[in-house]
Protein backbone atom coordinates (compact mmCIF):
# COMPACT_ATOMS: atom_id res chain seq x y z
CA UNK A 1 0.00 0.00 0.00
CA UNK A 2 2.86 2.55 1.17
CA UNK A 3 4.40 2.37 -2.54
CA UNK A 4 1.18 3.36 -3.89
CA UNK A 5 0.44 6.42 -1.62
CA UNK A 6 0.65 10.25 -3.79
CA UNK A 7 3.81 11.38 -1.98
CA UNK A 8 4.15 15.12 -2.94
CA UNK A 9 5.68 15.83 -5.64
CA UNK A 10 8.96 17.14 -6.09
CA UNK A 11 8.61 20.41 -8.62
CA UNK A 12 4.96 22.76 -9.49
CA UNK A 13 4.54 24.75 -12.83
CA UNK A 14 6.66 27.20 -13.04
CA UNK A 15 9.10 25.89 -11.16
CA UNK A 16 12.88 26.20 -13.24
CA UNK A 17 14.48 22.66 -14.00
CA UNK A 18 17.56 21.09 -15.65
CA UNK A 19 17.47 17.82 -17.21
CA UNK A 20 20.41 15.71 -15.70
CA UNK A 21 22.71 14.69 -18.25
CA UNK A 22 22.99 10.80 -17.32
CA UNK A 23 23.46 8.11 -18.74
CA UNK A 24 23.09 4.24 -18.35
CA UNK A 25 22.46 0.78 -19.87
CA UNK A 26 18.48 0.48 -19.97
CA UNK A 27 15.72 1.45 -21.60
CA UNK A 28 15.35 5.43 -20.89
CA UNK A 29 12.74 7.42 -22.18
CA UNK A 30 14.20 10.70 -21.63
CA UNK A 31 15.58 12.04 -25.16
CA UNK A 32 19.26 12.70 -25.93
CA UNK A 33 18.89 16.06 -27.57
CA UNK A 34 17.26 17.45 -23.94
CA UNK A 35 19.60 15.62 -21.67
CA UNK A 36 21.44 19.03 -19.21
CA UNK A 37 19.08 21.48 -20.91
CA UNK A 38 17.01 24.14 -18.58
CA UNK A 39 13.81 24.55 -18.96
CA UNK A 40 10.21 24.71 -16.78
CA UNK A 41 7.58 22.78 -15.54
CA UNK A 42 4.61 23.42 -17.89
CA UNK A 43 2.25 20.42 -15.79
CA UNK A 44 2.44 17.80 -13.19
CA UNK A 45 0.80 14.80 -14.94
CA UNK A 46 0.79 12.31 -11.92
CA UNK A 47 2.44 9.04 -10.73
CA UNK A 48 3.20 6.39 -13.29
CA UNK A 49 4.97 3.28 -13.10
CA UNK A 50 8.80 3.69 -14.36
CA UNK A 51 9.10 2.53 -17.51
CA UNK A 52 12.66 1.59 -17.19
CA UNK A 53 11.98 -0.58 -14.87
CA UNK A 54 8.75 -2.05 -16.57
CA UNK A 55 10.87 -2.75 -19.90
CA UNK A 56 12.72 -5.72 -17.76
CA UNK A 57 9.73 -7.14 -16.81
CA UNK A 58 9.61 -5.68 -13.69
CA UNK A 59 6.34 -4.31 -11.69
CA UNK A 60 7.79 0.03 -12.01
CA UNK A 61 7.06 0.62 -8.57
CA UNK A 62 7.29 3.03 -7.08
CA UNK A 63 5.53 5.43 -9.12
CA UNK A 64 7.52 8.27 -10.73
CA UNK A 65 5.53 11.46 -10.87
CA UNK A 66 5.41 12.54 -14.57
CA UNK A 67 6.31 16.12 -15.92
CA UNK A 68 5.31 18.16 -18.72
CA UNK A 69 8.44 20.21 -19.28
CA UNK A 70 8.80 23.46 -21.51
CA UNK A 71 11.73 24.57 -23.34
CA UNK A 72 13.02 27.32 -25.62
CA UNK A 73 14.09 26.00 -28.73
CA UNK A 74 16.82 28.80 -28.58
CA UNK A 75 18.05 27.03 -25.19
CA UNK A 76 17.57 23.40 -26.74
CA UNK A 77 19.26 24.23 -30.46
CA UNK A 78 21.21 27.61 -29.62
CA UNK A 79 19.76 29.36 -31.98
CA UNK A 80 17.99 32.87 -31.67
CA UNK A 81 15.68 32.25 -34.59
CA UNK A 82 12.03 32.20 -33.71
CA UNK A 83 12.48 33.06 -29.99
CA UNK A 84 8.69 32.16 -29.33
CA UNK A 85 9.22 28.71 -30.15
CA UNK A 86 9.12 25.88 -27.62
CA UNK A 87 9.45 21.99 -27.30
CA UNK A 88 7.56 20.33 -24.56
CA UNK A 89 9.09 17.05 -23.21
CA UNK A 90 7.60 14.67 -20.85
CA UNK A 91 10.21 13.74 -18.03
CA UNK A 92 9.84 12.05 -14.86
CA UNK A 93 10.96 13.25 -11.65
CA UNK A 94 14.40 11.28 -11.18
CA UNK A 95 15.87 13.03 -14.01
CA UNK A 96 15.38 16.64 -13.00
CA UNK A 97 16.95 18.85 -10.87
CA UNK A 98 16.39 22.50 -9.63
CA UNK A 99 17.95 25.15 -11.36
CA UNK A 100 17.89 28.62 -10.77
CA UNK A 101 18.31 31.77 -12.89
CA UNK A 102 19.06 30.01 -15.95
CA UNK A 103 17.23 31.02 -19.26
CA UNK A 104 14.08 32.74 -19.13
CA UNK A 105 10.61 32.13 -20.85
CA UNK A 106 9.62 34.70 -23.45
CA UNK B 1 28.11 8.15 -23.03
CA UNK B 2 26.40 6.11 -26.26
CA UNK B 3 23.29 7.38 -27.98
CA UNK B 4 20.57 4.78 -28.72
CA UNK B 5 19.97 4.45 -31.97
CA UNK B 6 16.12 5.21 -31.42
CA UNK B 7 17.22 8.43 -29.95
CA UNK B 8 17.33 10.33 -33.03
CA UNK B 9 15.30 13.53 -32.14
CA UNK B 10 17.53 16.55 -33.38
CA UNK B 11 19.78 14.15 -35.36
CA UNK B 12 21.00 15.90 -38.45
CA UNK B 13 21.09 14.96 -41.75
CA UNK B 14 17.11 14.09 -42.16
CA UNK B 15 15.37 14.69 -45.87
CA UNK B 16 12.27 15.67 -46.74
CA UNK B 17 9.11 13.97 -45.06
CA UNK B 18 7.89 11.31 -47.78
CA UNK B 19 4.23 11.75 -47.33
CA UNK B 20 3.25 8.63 -49.60
CA UNK B 21 1.40 5.70 -47.56
CA UNK B 22 0.83 2.36 -48.33
CA UNK B 23 -1.90 0.46 -47.25
CA UNK B 24 -1.10 -2.35 -44.93
CA UNK B 25 0.10 -6.58 -46.19
CA UNK B 26 -1.64 -8.86 -44.17
CA UNK B 27 1.45 -9.64 -42.78
CA UNK B 28 1.51 -6.15 -41.30
CA UNK B 29 -2.07 -6.58 -39.82
CA UNK B 30 -1.27 -9.72 -38.01
CA UNK B 31 2.02 -8.45 -36.69
CA UNK B 32 0.10 -5.47 -35.49
CA UNK B 33 -2.94 -7.96 -34.07
CA UNK B 34 -0.06 -10.56 -32.52
CA UNK B 35 1.28 -7.80 -30.94
CA UNK B 36 -1.56 -6.10 -29.54
CA UNK B 37 -3.59 -9.72 -28.58
CA UNK B 38 -0.03 -10.46 -26.48
CA UNK B 39 -0.50 -7.09 -25.16
CA UNK B 40 -4.74 -7.88 -24.20
CA UNK B 41 -3.22 -11.65 -22.49
CA UNK B 42 -0.55 -9.50 -20.40
CA UNK B 43 1.94 -11.62 -22.00
CA UNK B 44 4.24 -8.41 -22.82
CA UNK B 45 4.20 -4.82 -21.87
CA UNK B 46 4.62 -1.99 -24.94
CA UNK B 47 8.07 -0.96 -22.49
CA UNK B 48 9.04 -4.25 -23.24
CA UNK B 49 8.77 -4.34 -26.52
CA UNK B 50 10.50 -1.14 -27.03
CA UNK B 51 13.50 -2.17 -25.08
CA UNK B 52 14.08 -5.16 -27.07
CA UNK B 53 13.89 -2.43 -30.37
CA UNK B 54 16.29 -0.47 -28.95
CA UNK B 55 18.74 -3.55 -28.22
CA UNK B 56 18.52 -4.61 -32.07
CA UNK B 57 21.38 -4.04 -33.88
CA UNK B 58 21.72 -0.69 -35.06
CA UNK B 59 22.00 -1.41 -38.78
CA UNK B 60 18.86 -3.90 -38.98
CA UNK B 61 17.16 -1.15 -36.70
CA UNK B 62 18.10 1.31 -39.57
CA UNK B 63 16.64 -1.43 -42.61
CA UNK B 64 13.80 -3.09 -41.53
CA UNK B 65 10.36 -1.07 -42.10
CA UNK B 66 8.39 -0.76 -38.95
CA UNK B 67 6.34 -3.71 -38.96
CA UNK B 68 9.44 -6.12 -39.26
CA UNK B 69 11.02 -4.52 -36.04
CA UNK B 70 7.70 -5.00 -34.56
CA UNK B 71 8.04 -8.83 -35.45
CA UNK B 72 11.30 -8.81 -34.57
CA UNK B 73 10.97 -7.40 -31.08
CA UNK B 74 7.78 -10.03 -30.71
CA UNK B 75 10.10 -12.74 -31.38
CA UNK B 76 12.78 -11.75 -29.12
CA UNK B 77 10.74 -10.75 -26.33
CA UNK B 78 8.61 -14.10 -26.77
CA UNK B 79 12.46 -16.37 -26.63
CA UNK B 80 13.66 -14.11 -24.01
CA UNK B 81 10.75 -15.01 -21.94
CA UNK B 82 10.79 -18.70 -23.30
CA UNK B 83 7.55 -18.61 -24.60
CA UNK B 84 8.34 -20.11 -27.69
CA UNK B 85 12.31 -20.64 -29.07
CA UNK B 86 13.78 -19.52 -31.94
CA UNK B 87 14.28 -23.81 -33.15
CA UNK B 88 10.65 -24.08 -33.02
CA UNK B 89 9.85 -20.81 -35.28
CA UNK B 90 12.52 -21.96 -37.46
CA UNK B 91 10.69 -25.36 -37.55
CA UNK B 92 7.58 -23.97 -38.26
CA UNK B 93 8.54 -21.57 -41.04
CA UNK B 94 10.27 -24.64 -42.73
CA UNK B 95 6.71 -26.48 -43.00
CA UNK B 96 5.49 -23.44 -44.05
CA UNK B 97 7.79 -22.49 -46.65
CA UNK B 98 7.03 -25.77 -47.83
CA UNK B 99 3.85 -25.15 -48.42
CA UNK B 100 3.94 -21.48 -50.45
CA UNK B 101 6.13 -23.04 -52.44
CA UNK B 102 3.60 -25.57 -53.63
CA UNK B 103 1.51 -22.85 -54.65
CA UNK C 1 -2.81 -24.56 -42.60
CA UNK C 2 -4.25 -21.02 -41.32
CA UNK C 3 -4.27 -17.88 -43.51
CA UNK C 4 -4.83 -14.32 -42.20
CA UNK C 5 -8.18 -14.06 -43.83
CA UNK C 6 -8.30 -10.74 -44.95
CA UNK C 7 -8.24 -10.83 -48.47
CA UNK C 8 -9.71 -7.03 -48.93
CA UNK C 9 -6.90 -5.73 -46.99
CA UNK C 10 -3.70 -4.42 -49.37
CA UNK C 11 -1.71 -6.01 -51.62
CA UNK C 12 0.13 -8.71 -50.93
CA UNK C 13 2.94 -10.59 -52.35
CA UNK C 14 3.30 -14.42 -52.45
CA UNK C 15 4.26 -15.78 -49.55
CA UNK C 16 7.65 -17.25 -50.59
CA UNK C 17 9.03 -14.08 -51.47
CA UNK C 18 8.00 -11.86 -48.13
CA UNK C 19 11.19 -10.63 -46.13
CA UNK C 20 12.71 -12.97 -43.19
CA UNK C 21 10.73 -10.98 -40.59
CA UNK C 22 7.21 -11.11 -42.68
CA UNK C 23 7.71 -14.54 -42.61
CA UNK C 24 8.17 -15.01 -39.69
CA UNK C 25 4.86 -13.23 -38.25
CA UNK C 26 2.61 -16.16 -39.40
CA UNK C 27 4.45 -19.40 -37.69
CA UNK C 28 4.86 -16.62 -34.32
CA UNK C 29 0.94 -16.62 -35.03
CA UNK C 30 0.65 -20.25 -35.29
CA UNK C 31 3.24 -21.24 -32.21
CA UNK C 32 1.38 -19.15 -30.05
CA UNK C 33 -2.37 -20.28 -31.12
CA UNK C 34 -0.86 -23.42 -30.59
CA UNK C 35 0.58 -23.21 -26.94
CA UNK C 36 -2.77 -21.70 -26.31
CA UNK C 37 -1.02 -17.89 -25.58
CA UNK C 38 -3.60 -16.01 -27.70
CA UNK C 39 -6.45 -17.76 -29.63
CA UNK C 40 -7.33 -16.86 -33.14
CA UNK C 41 -10.54 -15.02 -32.04
CA UNK C 42 -7.68 -12.92 -30.25
CA UNK C 43 -6.22 -11.59 -33.35
CA UNK C 44 -9.56 -10.95 -34.85
CA UNK C 45 -10.75 -9.08 -32.38
CA UNK C 46 -7.97 -6.82 -32.97
CA UNK C 47 -7.99 -6.65 -36.39
CA UNK C 48 -11.49 -5.04 -35.92
CA UNK C 49 -10.82 -2.70 -33.11
CA UNK C 50 -7.96 -1.15 -34.83
CA UNK C 51 -10.24 -0.73 -38.22
CA UNK C 52 -13.07 0.49 -36.58
CA UNK C 53 -10.39 3.10 -35.14
CA UNK C 54 -9.58 6.66 -37.82
CA UNK C 55 -9.30 10.13 -37.88
CA UNK C 56 -12.58 10.25 -38.05
CA UNK C 57 -13.11 10.22 -34.52
CA UNK C 58 -10.71 13.22 -33.87
CA UNK C 59 -12.80 15.30 -36.42
CA UNK C 60 -16.46 14.45 -34.63
CA UNK C 61 -14.21 15.50 -31.48
CA UNK C 62 -13.17 18.76 -33.10
CA UNK C 63 -16.15 19.72 -34.79
CA UNK C 64 -18.13 19.20 -31.96
CA UNK C 65 -15.76 21.57 -30.02
CA UNK C 66 -15.91 24.07 -32.83
CA UNK C 67 -20.01 24.53 -32.44
CA UNK C 68 -20.23 23.96 -28.72
CA UNK C 69 -17.93 25.71 -26.69
CA UNK C 70 -19.07 24.20 -23.35
CA UNK C 71 -18.19 20.76 -24.89
CA UNK C 72 -14.73 22.21 -26.15
CA UNK C 73 -14.44 22.99 -22.36
CA UNK C 74 -15.28 19.44 -21.71
CA UNK C 75 -12.88 18.66 -24.23
CA UNK C 76 -9.65 20.30 -22.71
CA UNK C 77 -10.40 19.54 -19.18
CA UNK C 78 -11.23 15.84 -19.46
CA UNK C 79 -10.44 14.51 -22.89
CA UNK C 80 -11.41 10.84 -22.07
CA UNK C 81 -15.20 11.89 -20.92
CA UNK C 82 -15.41 14.72 -23.95
CA UNK C 83 -14.97 10.90 -25.63
CA UNK C 84 -17.64 9.08 -24.19
CA UNK C 85 -20.40 11.59 -24.62
CA UNK C 86 -19.58 11.18 -28.64
CA UNK C 87 -19.63 7.53 -28.18
CA UNK C 88 -15.75 7.33 -28.83
CA UNK C 89 -13.97 4.79 -26.83
CA UNK C 90 -11.04 6.25 -25.58
CA UNK C 91 -10.81 3.62 -22.68
CA UNK C 92 -7.73 1.96 -23.87
CA UNK C 93 -5.45 5.57 -23.35
CA UNK C 94 -3.83 5.73 -20.14
CA UNK C 95 -3.55 9.54 -20.12
CA UNK C 96 -4.81 12.01 -23.12
CA UNK C 97 -4.21 15.89 -23.23
CA UNK C 98 -6.12 18.32 -25.92
CA UNK C 99 -4.02 20.72 -27.23
CA UNK C 100 -5.37 24.06 -28.45
CA UNK C 101 -4.80 25.65 -31.22
CA UNK C 102 -5.04 29.74 -31.62
CA UNK C 103 -4.05 32.40 -33.93
CA UNK C 104 -0.93 32.72 -32.15
CA UNK C 105 -0.17 29.51 -31.16
CA UNK C 106 0.51 26.21 -33.40
CA UNK C 107 1.12 22.66 -31.31
CA UNK C 108 2.73 19.68 -33.34
CA UNK C 109 2.99 16.26 -32.29
CA UNK C 110 6.02 13.51 -32.61
CA UNK C 111 7.20 10.57 -30.54
CA UNK C 112 10.89 10.86 -31.30
CA UNK C 113 11.89 7.57 -29.45
CA UNK C 114 9.25 5.20 -31.04
CA UNK C 115 6.23 6.08 -32.70
CA UNK C 116 3.66 6.92 -29.87
CA UNK C 117 0.46 8.14 -31.13
CA UNK C 118 -3.30 8.33 -30.08
CA UNK C 119 -4.05 4.73 -32.01
CA UNK C 120 -7.47 4.27 -29.82
CA UNK C 121 -9.11 7.28 -30.83
CA UNK C 122 -7.46 7.78 -34.20
CA UNK C 123 -6.30 4.60 -35.15
CA UNK C 124 -3.10 3.67 -36.94
CA UNK C 125 -0.65 6.34 -37.39
CA UNK C 126 0.72 7.23 -41.25
CA UNK C 127 3.94 6.09 -42.35
CA UNK C 128 5.47 9.56 -42.23
CA UNK C 129 4.88 10.10 -38.77
CA UNK C 130 6.89 6.74 -37.85
CA UNK C 131 9.57 7.99 -40.59
CA UNK C 132 13.27 8.23 -39.19
CA UNK C 133 12.63 11.68 -41.05
CA UNK C 134 9.94 13.19 -39.04
CA UNK C 135 11.70 11.82 -35.74
CA UNK C 136 14.47 13.46 -36.51
CA UNK C 137 13.41 16.99 -37.79
CA UNK C 138 10.08 17.67 -35.51
CA UNK C 139 11.96 18.79 -32.72
CA UNK C 140 14.82 21.00 -34.19
CA UNK C 141 12.93 22.34 -37.21
CA UNK C 142 9.22 21.92 -36.49
CA UNK C 143 8.61 25.21 -39.04
CA UNK C 144 10.63 23.08 -41.68
CA UNK C 145 8.07 20.25 -41.23
CA UNK C 146 4.75 22.54 -41.55
CA UNK C 147 6.07 24.38 -44.30
CA UNK C 148 6.45 20.52 -46.17
CA UNK C 149 2.83 19.82 -45.43
CA UNK C 150 1.59 23.78 -46.92
CA UNK C 151 1.91 25.76 -43.07
CA UNK C 152 3.46 28.58 -42.80
CA UNK C 153 3.21 30.07 -39.40
CA UNK C 154 4.44 33.59 -39.28
CA UNK C 155 6.61 35.71 -36.85
CA UNK C 156 4.38 35.86 -34.59
CA UNK C 157 3.19 32.61 -34.27
CA UNK C 158 4.49 30.46 -31.22
CA UNK C 159 5.24 27.08 -32.36
CA UNK C 160 5.08 24.22 -29.72
CA UNK C 161 6.44 20.81 -30.24
CA UNK C 162 5.13 17.89 -28.02
CA UNK C 163 7.44 14.85 -27.99
CA UNK C 164 5.20 11.87 -26.34
CA UNK C 165 7.69 9.84 -24.40
CA UNK C 166 5.87 8.86 -21.83
CA UNK C 167 2.12 7.52 -21.66
CA UNK C 168 0.31 11.30 -21.97
CA UNK C 169 -1.33 11.05 -25.78
CA UNK C 170 -1.78 14.05 -27.72
CA UNK C 171 -4.30 15.72 -30.10
CA UNK C 172 -4.35 19.10 -31.57
CA UNK C 173 -7.32 21.02 -31.35
CA UNK C 174 -6.91 23.06 -34.67
CA UNK C 175 -8.11 26.21 -34.83
CA UNK C 176 -11.86 26.65 -36.84
CA UNK C 177 -11.03 27.80 -40.26
CA UNK C 178 -12.68 31.30 -41.51
CA UNK C 179 -15.70 31.43 -43.00
CA UNK C 180 -17.63 28.61 -41.71
CA UNK C 181 -19.99 30.21 -39.24
CA UNK C 182 -23.50 28.52 -39.86
CA UNK C 183 -21.79 25.71 -40.99
CA UNK C 184 -22.89 22.15 -40.00
CA UNK C 185 -20.76 19.37 -37.72
CA UNK C 186 -20.64 16.98 -40.31
CA UNK C 187 -19.53 19.74 -42.57
CA UNK C 188 -17.10 20.80 -40.62
CA UNK C 189 -15.82 17.67 -39.72
CA UNK C 190 -14.87 17.13 -43.49
CA UNK C 191 -12.01 19.90 -42.60
CA UNK C 192 -10.79 18.42 -40.03
CA UNK C 193 -7.64 16.09 -41.74
CA UNK C 194 -5.52 13.79 -39.88
CA UNK C 195 -2.84 16.10 -40.31
CA UNK C 196 -4.78 18.88 -38.49
CA UNK C 197 -4.96 16.33 -35.64
CA UNK C 198 -1.52 16.11 -35.31
CA UNK C 199 -0.89 19.25 -35.79
CA UNK C 200 1.81 19.34 -39.21
CA UNK C 201 -1.28 21.56 -40.93
CA UNK C 202 -3.96 23.45 -40.15
CA UNK C 203 -7.44 22.25 -41.33
CA UNK C 204 -8.74 22.41 -44.58
CA UNK C 205 -10.20 25.80 -45.70
CA UNK C 206 -14.36 26.58 -46.18
CA UNK C 207 -13.63 26.83 -49.61
CA UNK C 208 -11.50 23.88 -50.66
CA UNK C 209 -14.60 21.61 -50.85
Not at chain 2, 41 to 51: F, H, L, S
Not at chain 3, 33 to 58: F, H, L, M
Not at chain 3, 129 to 148: C, H, I, L, T
Amino acid sequence: MGRDVNSPSKFKPGDRVTVKFEDRPGHLRTPWYIRGKSGWIERVYGQFRNPESLAFGRDGLPKKTLYLVAFNQSDVWGRTSEPKDKVLVDIYEHWLESSVGEGTSS
Amino acid sequence: MTRGHHDIGGVPGAGPIDQSEHSLSDWEILADAVNQALGARGVKRTDEMRRAREEMDSTAYRDMTYYERWIASIEAILIEKKIITKEEIDRKLAEFETKWGET
Amino acid sequence: MNEVANPEHGHDHPKHELSHYAKRIYAIRDLLIEKGVITEKDIQCQIEYQEARSPANGAQLVARAWVDPEFKARLIADPKSACAELGIDASAINEFVVLENTEQLRHMVVCTLCSCYPRPILGRPPDWYKSFNYRQRAVVDPRGVMREFGLNPGDDVEVRVHDSTADIRYLVLPLRPKGTENWSEADLAKLVTRDSLIGVMDPLDAISE
